[in-house]
């Protein structure tokens, strides 16, 4: 009886270590590191669903205004502080530069919800002012419901910064200097379902403070949560990386205490690098396509849900859902990434996106073929059926995205000497992923001057160019995963002679 229950016991350990395989003497080491990314990502989605809820349901306002935004906003400011981190970096240590970075974003947050946001109606140019100016220039209207909400856009600013600096940048350069490429097989994974599982419990927070409240509310748990991430990250570096358990995986680098190279050196480096330069063109190409696709569905859902508070009820629900399915998307990829390697586990998100979005922009351009399936699914609105069809494509697309995309990339800075690591991460996740996005509304504003027109008008343009992304993206990823694993045995022969 007892050798059945050893037997069995032995079963459950294993079950449980194919499910999570972290041994326990690692769990100090996992643990605050899953948590830290898990209140990253956790902050990431709580700043965007209320970033996007003040702005597009801003008066006059509206998701052409905000492709203005990211162009002519979001990019410079993103150049810009990824040329500050990387001089800050030649002079601080990562440890000084992770914590003034974080505390001046935590900071900004605090200004907003205690001086900025209740005095906003106050700041903000009224109404009739910008619906004026609008007419007047009407070549360059989108322009004034940015500058009308100065302050929201301001915080859709910040939180744009916290998803490419904060999380893109510090997080994993932080991890990936400190976890090592067997590591960071095992440990990768279980992030990505952190990453769902904060997702998801964003969406249940959003629900539980829905109101006129819910900007002021999440305002308050983004300030709590960015203060125990700052701890985490002291835990890691005063008790946890001292010992040598657990650095013993993490391959020897010559690391330099100061970083020699500049930003723009850094740049011209890159472009020297076909590896870096096949990685950026994978984020270039998912920043695209996620915007082309955004856009368009989120013009969509304002148009059917042009209230404040029933928008953020509409992101609270897809914060939900995007998180259960991360859930099991996150199961999947770890069996993919283990039985089927790296270039198997790249190719899912690009695939899914390219499928997902033909659907969606094919049920806009050809709603008649569509009409038979809306009304079986018991949609008797074009616009409800457009909207939730275009939700579903949008979440398969960044589920897939934090599953497969995200720790396939991180993996393939790991094999890079230090100095290319830095300077790659702060070029092709700073500045390539924004570039992909600001492209993207670039081709967008064009378009819009082009067509004298809307989403609807510039749809099949837009179908055309997300065709183009998925062969340049498909293409280098094929490219790049022979690079990958050229670098990842040229380190295991490396590591093996220093042995």
């Given at each position: 009886?007892?050798?059945?229950?050893?037997?069995?016991?032995?079963?459950?350990a294993?079950?449980?270590?194919?499910?999570?395989?972290?041994?326990?003497?690692?769990?100090?080491?996992?643990?605050p590191?899953?948590?830290?990314?898990?209140?990253?990502?956790?902050?990431f989605?709580?700043?965007?669903?209320?970033?996007?809820?003040?702005?597009?349901?801003?008066?006059?306002?509206?998701?052409?205004?905000?492709?203005?935004?990211?162009?002519?906003?979001?990019?410079?400011?993103?150049?810009?502080?990824?040329?500050?981190?990387?001089?800050?970096?030649?002079?601080?240590s990562?440890?000084?530069?992770?914590?003034?970075?974080?505390?001046?974003f935590?900071?900004?947050?605090?200004?907003?919800?205690?001086v900025?946001?209740?005095?906003?109606?106050?700041?903000?140019?009224?109404?009739?002012?910008?619906?004026?100016?609008?007419?007047?220039?009407?070549?360059?209207?989108?322009?004034?419901?940015i500058?009308?909400?100065?302050?929201?856009?301001?915080?859709?600013?910040?939180?744009?910064?916290?998803?490419?600096?904060?999380l893109?940048?510090?997080?994993?350069?932080?991890?990936?200097?400190?976890?090592?490429?067997?590591?960071?097989?095992?440990?990768?994974?279980?992030?990505?379902?952190?990453?769902?599982?904060?997702?998801?419990?964003?969406?249940?927070a959003l629900k539980?403070?829905?109101?006129?409240?819910?900007?002021?509310?999440?305002?308050?748990?983004?300030?709590?949560?960015?203060?125990?991430?700052?701890?985490?990250?002291?835990?890691?570096?005063?008790?946890?990386?001292v010992?040598?358990?657990?650095?013993?995986?993490?391959?020897p680098?010559?690391?330099?205490?100061?970083?020699?190279?500049?930003?723009?050196?850094?740049?011209?480096?890159?472009?020297?690098?076909?590896?870096?330069?096949?990685?950026?063109?994978?984020?270039?190409?998912?920043?695209?396509?996620?915007?082309?696709?955004?856009?368009?569905?989120?013009?969509?859902?304002?148009?059917?849900?042009?209230?404040?508070?029933?928008?953020?009820?509409?992101?609270?629900?897809?914060?939900?859902?995007?998180?259960?399915?991360?859930l099991?998307?996150?199961?999947?990829?770890?069996?993919?990434?283990?039985?089927?390697?790296?270039?198997?586990?790249?190719?899912?998100?690009?695939?899914?996106?390219?499928?997902?979005?033909?659907?969606?922009?094919?049920?806009?351009?050809?709603p008649?073929?569509?009409?038979?399936?809306?009304?079986?699914?018991?949609?008797?609105?074009?616009?409800?059926?457009?909207?939730?069809?275009?939700?579903?494509?949008?979440?398969?697309?960044?589920?897939?995205?934090?599953s497969?995309?995200?720790?396939?990339?991180?993996?393939?800075?790991?094999?890079?000497?230090?100095?290319?690591?830095?300077?790659?991460?702060?070029?092709?996740?700073?500045?390539?992923?924004?570039l992909?996005?600001?492209?993207?509304?670039?081709?967008?504003?064009?378009?819009?001057a082009?067509?004298?027109?809307?989403?609807?008008?510039?749809?099949?343009?837009?179908?055309?160019a997300?065709a183009?992304?998925?062969?340049?993206?498909?293409?280098?990823?094929?490219?790049?995963?022979?690079?990958?694993?050229?670098?990842?045995?040229?380190?295991?022969?490396?590591?093996?002679?220093?042995?």
């Amino acid at each position: 009886m007892n050798t059945e229950n050893s037997n069995y016991m032995l079963k459950l350990a294993d079950i449980g270590y194919a499910i999570l395989p972290i041994e326990r003497w690692e769990y100090k080491k996992f643990l605050p590191f899953a948590l830290m990314i898990g209140i990253t990502v956790f902050n990431f989605t709580m700043l965007r669903n209320m970033k996007d809820t003040l702005v597009l349901t801003a008066p006059e306002s509206g998701a052409e205004a905000v492709t203005y935004l990211k162009t002519l906003g979001v990019l410079p400011i993103v150049i810009l502080c990824s040329a500050l981190y990387v001089r800050l970096r030649k002079n601080v240590s990562f440890e000084r530069s992770y914590n003034l970075i974080v505390s001046m974003f935590l900071s900004f947050i605090a200004v907003f919800i205690f001086v900025l946001y209740p005095n906003a109606q106050s700041l903000h140019m009224s109404p009739e002012s910008v619906a004026a100016l609008k007419v007047a220039y009407p070549r360059i209207q989108f322009i004034f419901p940015i500058i009308g909400v100065w302050t929201y856009s301001l915080f859709y600013i910040v939180a744009e910064l916290w998803s490419s600096i904060c999380l893109s940048v510090l997080f994993w350069q932080f991890a990936n200097d400190n976890i090592g490429t067997e590591e960071a097989k095992r440990f990768y994974p279980p992030f990505l379902f952190v990453n769902a599982l904060a997702t998801f419990l964003v969406g249940l927070a959003l629900k539980s403070v829905s109101g006129p409240s819910v900007i002021e509310s999440g305002c308050y748990i983004i300030l709590c949560a960015g203060v125990f991430m700052l701890f985490l990250f002291r835990f890691l570096n005063k008790q946890v990386l001292v010992e040598p358990k657990y650095t013993q995986y993490v391959a020897p680098r010559k690391k330099k205490s100061k970083i020699k190279k500049g930003f723009v050196e850094s740049m011209k480096q890159l472009v020297a690098s076909p590896y870096i330069g096949y990685l950026s063109l994978l984020i270039l190409s998912y920043g695209m396509s996620i915007n082309l696709i955004e856009v368009s569905w989120k013009s969509a859902a304002l148009k059917y849900y042009p209230a404040h508070e029933d928008y953020m009820a509409m992101m609270a629900d897809y914060s939900i859902i995007t998180g259960l399915t991360g859930l099991v998307l996150v199961i999947i990829s770890k069996t993919v990434l283990r039985k089927y390697g790296w270039l198997a586990c790249a190719l899912v998100t690009p695939i899914i996106i390219t499928l997902t979005s033909f659907g969606y922009f094919s049920s806009q351009l050809f709603p008649g073929a569509f009409e038979p399936w809306m009304l079986a699914a018991g949609f008797t609105s074009p616009l409800a059926f457009t909207v939730s069809f275009g939700m579903l494509g949008v979440i398969l697309s960044k589920s897939s995205k934090y599953s497969f995309f995200d720790p396939t990339k991180e993996m393939a800075y790991i094999p890079l000497d230090y100095e290319l690591r830095i300077s790659g991460k702060a070029a092709a996740d700073g500045v390539g992923g924004r570039l992909g996005k600001s492209g993207a509304s670039w081709l967008q504003m064009m378009l819009y001057a082009i067509v004298a027109g809307g989403q609807a008008e510039i749809m099949p343009f837009l179908t055309i160019a997300l065709a183009a992304l998925s062969v340049i993206w498909i293409t280098s990823a094929f490219r790049l995963s022979a690079m990958y694993e050229d670098a990842v045995q040229k380190q295991a022969e490396e590591d093996a002679v220093s042995a």
